[in-house]
Every structure is written in structure tokens, then in C-alpha cells.
């Protein structure tokens, strides 16, 4: 009995003097919380459309529909079918169909948010993939939206990126505004390098807009700035603006589809972000 004793008070011991001796058990370190792809420094993003939903959100977009030529003589109609504009993999895609609607030869779909999304200032921008082909005019652009008062040019228009598809190495930054308009549009032009074509990938267009400065980027590269004194007319972009997107068929400038064009073409958007300057 004094020996069966003596053995369990060993190995009571014996257990006690391993569970002091064990290594604690390590606290589990939370894993960090990731960075949002939107956060750009020295900025405050203040709306967003990342695309992320089934349908597009109309509280953000109204569809402009007609075949009026749209001031450029294009070639399309414009429709609100989801054929020509829909949500797919978080990606806004506005598609051109040759199909004949109210009298036209081809559909697309231009989104605008007018009403509904307006700024002033700001850094506005897209990550977009433009289509390549003949007779093709995608853009990403701006109105002023005193539009209804005072008629264009006199309300201003900035274009942030407009694309000729016949050349996919080039995007295009203008300004329209009163006296320099249309053809006479005061902006330049950005080539990728090496033959890169616009439409191989998607890229990021900016403007950065002050009160007497914009600035055009294509993927954090700038490669314009105007101020009032670069303009033969009245500086109008002291007011607030409305956005577009848009894929036109067509027009003055682009030309009319020939032997070469193909259908269906597709832009496609990824998101559109408005962002504060801090400490504005």
C-alpha cells in the first residue's frame, strides 16, 4: 500500500513538472486586414461604380436612347436593351451589334449620369478596355450640367479618353468650350510605345481637375495639362459635370463601317471612381 502510494505521488509529481515546464500555446495572429484597391494617397474617394452587382445600377446611370446622330452624325442606335449594356464578371460591357433598329444599321448603348452622379473638381477615372476596328468611337467623357441652359459648347465638355478604333495605339484628352469646338477641340493625344495597342489590355484614364488646371493620365502617367490661358475662349470648367461612357458606330470623325468592320465590338469598364483632393 506505502508503495502504490509513493508511486502515485511520483507521477502526480512527475505530471506537474511537465505541464510547468510546456511550451505555451501561441496566440494566433490575425491576418491583416487587406488595403482596398481604391485607397490612392493624397486622395478621398467619394463615389464609386465597381460593377460588382447584377444589373447596372440605375441610381448611378440613366441610358441616353436614339438615332438622331448625336450632334457627330454616328451611325447607331442607342438602346436601353440589355444586349447592349449589361454587368458581366464585375465588369460593365457596352456592346455594338449591326442590327437594324428605328431605321439604323447598328446598336450600342451610352450610359449617363446625369442627375444623378455630378462633381466639381476632382481626380476622375476609369480602368477601361477599349475594342479595336474601323468605324469604332469609344469614350469616357464629360457635360456640363448647365447643358440645358446654355447649350454645348457654352457648358463645356472634357474628354477624359476618346479612341478612333482604326487606331489602337492612340487615345485623345480635349477640352471643348466656346470658340474651340468640334474640329478646333483644344487637347492631344497619348501612342503607347512599341506598337502596344490600347485594346490588348485595360487601362486606367484620369483627368485631375482644379479650378484653373486639368490634367489627363493614362495609367498614373500624365501626358497633358491646360490651364485658362491655353484656351482661345472662355474657360468653362468652374461648374459641376456629369460623366458618360459610351461606344458610338460611326460618325465624322471615325468614318462609316466598311468591308473591314465586324460585329459584335465591346467596351468594357471595370469601374469608374471619383475622388477628393485632402485636405480640400
Same mark, same amino acid.
Given at each position: ?32 486586414? %487587406? ?18 452587382? %447584377? ?39 457596352? !456592346? ?23 462633381? !466639381? ?54 477640352? *471643348? ?15 503607347? %510605345? ?8 485595360? *487601362? ?77
Amino acid at each position: 500500500m506505502i508503495r502504490k502510494t509513493i508511486l502515485l505521488i511520483t507521477l502526480l509529481l512527475l505530471a506537474a513538472c511537465s505541464a510547468a515546464t510546456a511550451a505555451p500555446t501561441p496566440t494566433a495572429t490575425p491576418a491583416p486586414t %487587406p488595403t482596398p484597391a481604391w485607397v490612392r494617397e493624397g486622395w478621398n474617394l467619394v463615389w464609386q461604380d465597381e460593377f460588382d452587382g %447584377p444589373e447596372i445600377d440605375l441610381a448611378n446611370w440613366t441610358h441616353e436612347v436614339g438615332g438622331h446622330g448625336w450632334g457627330n452624325g454616328e451611325a447607331q442606335y442607342y438602346s436601353d436593351d440589355p444586349k447592349n449594356s449589361y454587368i458581366e464578371d464585375g465588369v460593365l460591357v457596352i !456592346q455594338a451589334l449591326k442590327e437594324n433598329v428605328s431605321g439604323k444599321l447598328y446598336t450600342s448603348a451610352r450610359l449617363s449620369s446625369q442627375g444623378k452622379v455630378e462633381v !466639381q473638381y476632382g481626380r476622375i477615372e476609369a480602368r477601361i478596355q477599349i475594342p479595336v476596328g474601323q468605324s469604332l468611337w469609344p469614350a469616357f467623357w464629360m457635360l456640363g450640367t448647365n447643358i440645358d441652359e446654355v447649350g454645348w459648347p457654352f457648358c463645356g465638355e472634357i474628354d477624359i479618353m476618346e479612341n478612333i478604333g482604326s487606331e489602337p495605339s492612340l487615345i485623345h484628352g480635349t477640352v *471643348h468650350g466656346p470658340r474651340y469646338s468640334g474640329g478646333d477641340g483644344v487637347g492631344t493625344s497619348r501612342r503607347l %510605345p512599341g506598337g502596344a495597342r490600347y485594346t490588348d489590355n485595360f *487601362h486606367v484614364f484620369a483627368i485631375e481637375w482644379e479650378e484653373d488646371e486639368i490634367r489627363w493620365y493614362v495609367d498614373d502617367q500624365m501626358y497633358q495639362k491646360l490651364t485658362p490661358t491655353a484656351v482661345p475662349g472662355e474657360w468653362v470648367y468652374n461648374h459641376e459635370f456629369y460623366i458618360i461612357l459610351n461606344l458610338a458606330v460611326g460618325g465624322e470623325w471615325p468614318g462609316y463601317p466598311d468591308g473591314t468592320a465586324t460585329f459584335p465590338q465591346t467596351m468594357k469598364i471595370d469601374y469608374v471612381r471619383i475622388y477628393e483632393k485632402e485636405g480640400v
